[in-house]
């Protein structure tokens, strides 16, 4: 089954600065990839999510590449803010496939310090 | 609030108690799933339902698990028996599947501790 490999699982940034999370996962037949944010002891939020169709989605400072023949996919965090600080999800499925069920990294505690 | 909802958002209960949960999907969103996440990990699928046809369960589900989603909307997920090892989040979220496209929404969860 698929396996989605996380890292870092902790990351602290300056405000202001850029901040990459890295994901690999086993399965090459999942092609949607979305990102979510999870703050301490709210529901997960979705942020972002890239379908393999295409390599790069951006949304105002957040961005996710995705490269299919290497099977890893990225989120990008410019011009961080101190509310940026959360545990961020990346997760992989099979869209079209019998189950839609996610399966998700471990997480990484990204920490944006003023 | 037109999100998804679940109810109740925190239960203590002694082990060997049997607890139930409720989620209520966005509004006409015909998949809903369950997952469990505990403390320092990323959520873990334990089944889910197309209308009101339970599709897949995970073999996290143990047979003292068991969810309905009676007539396709509201679903619950009951445990019996619980152990100290149920102690987790219990997470639902929903999705509208369109063609071969869905993106699914969380609810805030359930923190269950069992004592």
């Known amino acids: 089954g698929e396996n989605v490999e996380q890292h870092p699982s902790t990351l602290s940034v300056q405000e202001g600065d850029s901040a990459v999370i890295k994901c690999t996962y086993s399965?090459?037949?999942?092609?949607?990839f979305p990102w979510y944010k999870q703050e301490l002891g709210k529901r997960p939020q979705l942020i972002i999510d890239?379908?393999?169709?295409?390599g790069e989605k951006k949304d105002q400072r957040i961005a996710v590449t995705l490269n299919k023949t290497a099977k890893h996919f990225s989120l990008h965090i410019t011009e961080t803010q101190p509310e940026d600080s959360a545990v961020y999800f990346c997760?992989?499925?099979?869209?079209?496939?019998?189950?839609?069920?996610?399966?998700f990294g471990k997480g990484t505690k990204l920490s944006v310090k003023p | 609030d037109t999100g998804v909802s679940q109810d109740p958002r925190h239960k203590i209960t002694k082990r060997g108690q049997n607890v139930t949960f409720r989620c209520d999907p966005i509004?006409?969103?015909?998949?809903l799933y369950w997952y469990r996440q505990t403390l320092g990990q990323g959520p873990e699928f334990l089944t889910y339902?197309?209308?009101?046809?339970?599709?897949?369960k995970s073999r996290l589900l143990s047979d003292r698990f068991s969810a309905e989603r009676p007539k396709g909307s509201f679903s619950t997920l009951e445990i019996q028996r619980t152990e100290q090892g149920d102690s987790a989040m219990y997470l639902c979220?929903?999705?509208?599947?369109?063609?071969?496209?869905?993106?699914?929404?969380f609810g805030p969860g359930t923190r269950l501790l069992v004592l």
């Open positions: 890239i379908r393999s169709n295409v």
């Open positions: 339902f197309q209308n009101e046809a339970q599709l897949e």
């Open positions: 399965d090459s037949a999942s092609n949607y």
């Open positions: 979220a929903s999705s509208l599947r369109l063609g071969y496209q869905e993106t699914q929404y």
């Open positions: 509004s006409e969103h015909n998949r």
């Open positions: 997760a992989a499925s099979i869209d079209g496939g019998s189950q839609g069920n996610l399966i």
